[in-house]
């Protein structure tokens, strides 16, 4: 054979010389291997070089709000860092539920807030969301949001305006907070900037917070008032994605760009409401078998989500008028709501839970809500949908990923800020494709998926290794049996 003939022209001793270095490279390219691709450090597990976080909320700022709007700021951030399609908020997709779904990564019937109003079905007490945000015992149900986690591990938590900002939890606030007087504008753009200012310069600049939760009210207030497809709500997304720039430019002013991740996201979308003349309207008053005597508390009014508490021995007869009596309206018992939804174990739920279809609201004696817009809405509809966006250091950049939970985005913020998580009701291994691929091993996030890919690639390299080292013995040793006959 050609081969044996040129090998058989070097003398055994040469041959055995280049066989046992060959078998060196071998090895330590196996030896190496693991080392070569293993970086010194891990920023997220060590905690020393732990990069901070900010989260923003726009209130109701819906998945697709960048498609009829030049969203030159959005599109930068997009092109820096990443771009959900959208994301997914819990049901009941408003205002403080969902919000601190984001807080505590569960899921409404498990955090205890279940609407934006508390109320007490024997006094017949309603507090409105303003006033919601100071009673302690409502959100201190037994769920820690976040910043208190990360405060109890050590580090330092902001908030401004963010709901749940007010509240007591097991005896302790987040460190540093901001909340709105009463009667506060919440669409004044100069606010705005007074706002980011004093939470880039003062807060994490200055006080060098490790996390802070920030919250604007538009452009849920304008889609509200106008719907969803003016051009009121139109010129507020202009104003939102200004304010995505000016947060941007103070952030690298204060060289905080490789120091910070900033989540942008929002609780829910905006649908518009369809009105007498263009549909018939959901009205309990109105629908025969049912009567108000028969009912001890009612939460009506306020949307697509109604919830009635019947008088004694009342339910089934209030179930039975109510069920199937408009074809747009979904009447549950409590225990019977779909699963998919997570609204259905807690006390704070009333027996019969009504949901309207998209467009529909669940009115009470005659119509008294005169937005043009609404949202409480089935998670599924995709008007319910919120925007979603992430840049920083420990994220990819020029990544669009595919929908994901909101749920899911407290694991994800547990993990950057490199603190253990609560009990929850998310899972990182749906959000994390988004992050910079992790360097080394041993996260303190316990997710056993997290170095998959380094394994494999060690393993490989173990693998080739021998496999070449196997051939070139087996080569080398019929080279010699050759040379021998
Ligand atoms: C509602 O009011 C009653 C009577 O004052 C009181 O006993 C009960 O604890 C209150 N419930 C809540 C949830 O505040
Ligand atoms: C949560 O609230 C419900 C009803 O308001 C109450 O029965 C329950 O004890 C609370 N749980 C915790 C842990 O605070
Ligand atoms: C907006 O806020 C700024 C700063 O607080 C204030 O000076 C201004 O009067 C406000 N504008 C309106 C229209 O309320
Ligand atoms: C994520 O992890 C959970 C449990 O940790 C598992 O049930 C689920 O299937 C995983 N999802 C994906 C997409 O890998």
Redesign the pocket.
């Known amino acids: 054979m050609a081969a044996n003939q040129k090998k058989s022209r070097f003398s055994l001793k040469t041959r055995s010389l280049a066989m046992l270095l060959l078998g060196l490279a071998v090895l330590g390219l196996i030896a190496s291997s693991p080392c070569t691709a293993a970086p010194v450090q891990d920023s997220l597990s060590t905690g020393s070089t732990r990069n901070k976080l900010l989260l923003i909320s726009f209130d109701g700022f819906r998945w697709d709000y960048d498609r009829d709007v030049e969203t030159p700021n959005l599109d930068k951030m997009a092109w820096d860092g990443v771009k959900a399609l959208y994301a997914t908020p819990a049901f009941l997709t408003i205002t403080s539920p969902s919000h601190f779904t984001m807080l505590t990564g569960r899921y409404i019937e498990n955090h205890g807030v279940i609407h934006n109003m508390w109320f007490n079905t024997t006094t017949q007490e309603k507090k409105q969301y303003y006033m919601t945000q100071f009673v302690d015992s409502y959100w201190d149900n037994g769920s820690l949001p976040i910043w208190i986690t990360a405060q109890r591990q050590g580090l330092k938590a902001g908030s401004l305006h963010f709901p749940g900002t007010a509240a007591t939890y097991q005896g302790e606030t987040v460190m540093v907070r901001q909340v709105e007087p009463h009667f506060y504008d919440h669409s004044n753009e100069s606010e705005w900037r007074l706002n980011i200012d004093e939470v880039i310069d003062e807060w994490f600049h200055q006080q060098d917070l490790d996390f802070v939760s920030l919250y604007f009210g538009e452009p849920d207030l304008i889609g509200h008032t106008y719907g969803p497809d003016s051009p009121e709500r139109k010129e507020m997304v202009r104003q939102v994605d200004r304010t995505v720039g000016y947060i941007r430019d103070k952030i690298q002013d204060h060289g905080l760009t490789d120091r910070l991740n900033v989540i942008m996201t929002a609780d829910h979308g905006m649908t518009t409401v369809l009105r007498s003349g263009q549909v018939e309207e959901i009205i309990l008053s109105k629908i025969p078998g049912f009567s108000f005597k028969d009912i001890q508390f009612q939460l009506l009014d306020y949307g697509p989500l109604g919830m009635l508490l019947p008088k004694e021995g009342m339910l089934e007869k209030v179930y039975q008028a109510l069920k199937g009596s408009h074809p747009h309206l979904h009447v549950y018992k409590k225990e019977d709501m779909p699963e998919r939804l997570h609204y259905s174990k807690h006390p704070r739920l009333l027996p019969i839970i009504l949901i309207a279809d998209p467009g529909y609201i669940v009115n009470g004696f005659f119509p008294v809500h005169f937005n043009k817009g609404e949202h409480g809405f089935d998670n599924e509809a995709m008007d319910m949908k919120a925007f979603f966006r992430a840049v920083g250091p420990d994220f990819q950049s020029d990544l669009m990923v595919g929908p994901f939970d909101l749920v899911d985005l407290y694991p994800l913020m547990c993990h950057l800020l490199g603190i253990k998580p609560e009990i929850h009701d998310g899972?990182l291994?749906?959000s994390k494709d988004m992050l910079v691929p992790p360097t080394t091993t041993g996260g303190n996030d316990g997710?056993p998926?997290k170095n998959t890919h380094m394994e494999v690639l060690i393993g490989l390299s173990a693998v080739m290794g021998f496999l070449v080292l196997v051939f070139i013995i087996t080569i080398s040793y019929h080279v010699c049996k050759g040379n021998k006959a």
């Open positions: 899972h291994n749906k997710d998926g």
